[in-house]
């Protein structure tokens, strides 16, 4: 990629930019592609006649890396889970707050050059610190290539798949369940396990939920209680309660 900015880097935002790739573990061979990434639009405006550009086609690059990155990720992690499934759970690991909130983690509110306008709204503005991630990768994509995009990805996507799954879990699907079935049948619905399979380590879970002849549903899970609640969920959706 050519250089987009005519002049040299100023001392200090070339010290501002090392500490960048400290915080980020980062270490870039073109130094202005890192810089570029955090020149917002509205700064580029302000200075047209010292700036060619600004980090918004970073930013579109950045988000297909993201996305191909996260849909490999669950793929390979996730390799019983249904295209569904896959989907939901990529589109929150993809989404504004969930990268906006990685953003922060590393401080990069603090190293966007904002027009005057964006300037009081930069450092709360998750929209525009999403935005900054991905014109992150974007930068990390041209300079060093997928793979050390991945590497930085995949502990905050282990990071974000378990956050998911722990939301998940806090929801009590099964008491649900139960109050609806015995409201409206007077009945309590009935588990199963249909399937137990994989070493201890790594257990597997079928589980099948119903109330009389009124609707049989399953989950699978890490676990029983787990592969119960994704059960219960199932069941729920049946009967259009979720």
């Avoid at 930019?17 to 917002?40: G, N, R, Y």
């Avoid at 953003?103 to 999403?130: C, D, H, I, M, V």
Wanted: hydrophobic share 35%; with cysteine; aromatic share 10%.
């Amino acid at each position: 990629m050519p250089n987009s900015i005519r002049i040299k880097l100023p001392p200090e935002r070339i010290s501002s930019l090392k500490e960048l790739q400290s915080l980020t573990k980062t270490q870039f061979k073109d130094i202005s592609l890192l810089h570029l990434a955090f020149v917002h639009r509205s700064f580029a405006n302000e200075d047209s006649d010292r700036y060619l550009s600004d980090n918004e086609r970073l930013e579109f690059l950045g988000d297909s890396v993201l996305g191909i990155l996260a849909a490999e990720f669950l793929y390979r992690s996730l390799p019983k889970g249904k295209e569904g499934k896959l989907a939901k759970l990529k589109s929150k690991m993809v989404s504004a707050p969930a990268i906006a909130k990685l953003a922060r983690s590393y401080r990069f509110p603090e190293f966007l050059l904002l027009g005057r306008g964006e300037r009081e709204k930069g450092e709360s503005n998750t929209n525009l610190q999403a935005d900054s991630f991905e014109a992150f990768l974007g930068a990390l994509y041209l300079d060093q290539g997928l793979e050390s995009c991945r590497k930085f990805l995949t502990p905050h996507f282990q990071v974000m798949e378990k956050g998911v799954d722990d939301a998940e879990e806090t929801k009590d699907y099964k008491t649900i369940l139960q109050e609806f079935c015995q409201k409206k049948w007077k009945k309590i619905p009935e588990y199963s396990v249909m399937k137990e399979e994989g070493p201890d380590h790594d257990k597997e879970f079928l589980v099948s939920v119903l109330c009389e002849n009124h609707f049989q549903t399953s989950g699978d899970g890490k676990n029983k209680r787990r592969a119960e609640q994704m059960a219960a969920k199932a069941a729920l959706r049946f009967l259009k309660i979720l």
